[in-house]
C-alpha cells in the first residue's frame, strides 16, 4: 500500500463537467509528476557503437540528427500525399524527416581510418549535429590518432569538421583521401556565383583548400587503405564514392549518400533527392548498388540511415527494404 495521492476519477468521467479542461490538466500534472520520480535527464549518453568486420573494428559515432523538414522539398518524384502515406505507414512524422549522421571509424592494421566527417560547428539545420569529435572522444579515440580521413563526397555534413572555425586542423595527424572531381567541382571559385550552391562552396573552399598538401586523390577501384576499395557512385555528386571492406572473407560497403532515408530512399529508389548534382543518375547508382548489395547479401553502413545506420537491404517488388543488424552489446 502507497501513501502517494492516487486519483480514483477516470478521464471520461471527470470530461463531463463544465470544468473539463480544468480537471483534465491537474490530472495530466499528476500523472506526469507521479511518473517522475527521479529528475528528468533531457539527454541521451553519448553514441557510439562497435562491431567487427572480420578482423577490423569499427566504431561508428553519430555527429548527431538533421532536421530536414518537410520531406516533399527535397525528395522529388512523388505526390506530397504519396510521401506523407509512406511515412505515416512506417509510423514516421510525415511533415518533418530526420536525417541521422552516421560516421564510422575502421582500425585496420596500424591505422585509424575516419569516413566522413560531419558538420563540425556549422549549424544550417539546427543546433542538434556538430557532435562527431565529442562521441569520438567517449568513445575512446582522440582526434589526433586518426591517420587517414576517406570521404564520401564533399557536402557540408560530410567534410565541414576538418576545420575549426579559427582555421585550426581538427584532425591534424590525418592523411585526406578524396576524389579530384568532387575537390575540383566544391572548390570552383567561379561557382561562388551560383546562388544556389555558393554557400555549400563558400564553406566547403575553407574546409579542403587548406588542406590540399595532405590530401591523396583516389580513383574507382584503388585500394585506398589495407583492405578497403575505392567503388564509384556518382550522382549525389560528380565524385561521390562508396567503399567495400574487406577482411577475413567478410565484406561490408560504407555507402555514402547512396539513398537518404530508409522508407523514402528504399520503397521508391525512383525518388529522387533535392540535394543530388545529377539526380537521374542518383537513382540509377541507387538501384546498381542495393540489386548488388541484396543478392550478394552484403551488409553496409549508409550514412543517413537509422543510428547507427548498419543493415541489408532486400529487393522487394520495385525496390527495396532496409533490414537493421541487431545491435551487438
Known amino acids: 500500500m502507497t501513501d502517494h495521492f492516487q486519483p480514483h476519477l477516470s478521464r471520461r468521467r471527470v470530461l463531463v463537467g463544465g470544468t473539463a479542461a480544468v480537471v483534465a490538466g491537474l490530472i495530466d500534472s499528476i500523472a506526469e509528476h507521479a511518473l517522475a520520480k527521479a529528475s528528468m535527464a533531457s539527454a541521451q549518453a553519448p553514441a557510439f557503437y562497435r562491431f567487427k568486420i572480420g578482423s577490423m573494428e569499427a566504431t561508428v559515432a553519430s555527429d ?21 502515406k509512406l511515412l505515416t505507414d512506417h509510423f514516421l512524422n510525415p511533415e518533418k524527416v530526420v536525417l541521422e549522421q552516421n560516421v564510422v571509424v575502421l582500425n585496420v592494421a596500424d591505422r585509424l581510418v575516419l569516413f566522413d566527417t560531419g558538420l563540425g560547428s556549422a549549424m544550417p539545420l539546427g543546433p542538434t549535429a556538430g557532435r562527431l569529435l565529442s562521441n569520438l572522444k567517449a568513445a575512446g579515440i582522440d582526434s589526433k590518432d586518426i591517420d587517414d580521413i576517406v570521404l564520401t563526397h564533399a557536402h557540408p555534413d560530410h567534410c565541414w569538421c576538418l576545420m575549426t572555425p579559427d582555421g585550426t586542423r581538427n584532425f591534424p595527424n590525418a592523411q585526406i583521401r578524396m576524389t579530384q572531381a568532387d575537390f575540383d567541382f566544391w572548390t570552383d571559385e567561379a561557382k561562388l556565383g551560383n546562388d544556389a550552391i555558393k554557400a555549400f562552396v563558400d564553406g566547403t573552399r575553407k574546409q579542403l583548400i587548406p588542406n590540399r598538401d595532405r590530401m591523396i586523390f583516389i580513383k574507382d577501384g584503388d585500394e585506398v587503405v589495407p583492405g578497403v576499395q575505392a567503388v564509384a557512385t556518382p550522382g549525389h555528386t560528380v565524385g561521390h564514392t562508396s567503399y567495400m571492406v574487406s577482411s577475413q572473407g567478410q565484406t561490408f560497403a560504407i555507402l555514402g549518400d547512396v539513398a537518404h532515408h530508409h522508407v523514402l530512399s528504399l520503397d521508391n529508389p525512383r525518388i529522387e533527392f533535392g540535394y543530388d548534382t545529377d539526380p537521374k543518375q542518383g537513382v540509377s547508382t541507387r538501384i546498381r548498388t542495393f540489386d548488388m548489395l541484396s543478392a550478394n547479401r552484403i551488409p553496409f553502413l549508409a550514412y543517413h540511415l537509422p543510428w547507427p545506420g548498419v543493415g541489408h537491404v532486400v529487393k522487394q517488388g520495385d525496390g527495396y527494404r532496409y533490414v537493421p543488424m541487431p545491435m551487438v552489446l
Not at 64 to 84: I, N, Y
Open 64 to 84: 548527431g540528427p538533421l532536421p530536414v523538414g518537410d520531406p516533399s522539398t527535397l525528395f522529388h518524384g512523388a505526390s506530397k500525399e504519396q510521401l506523407s
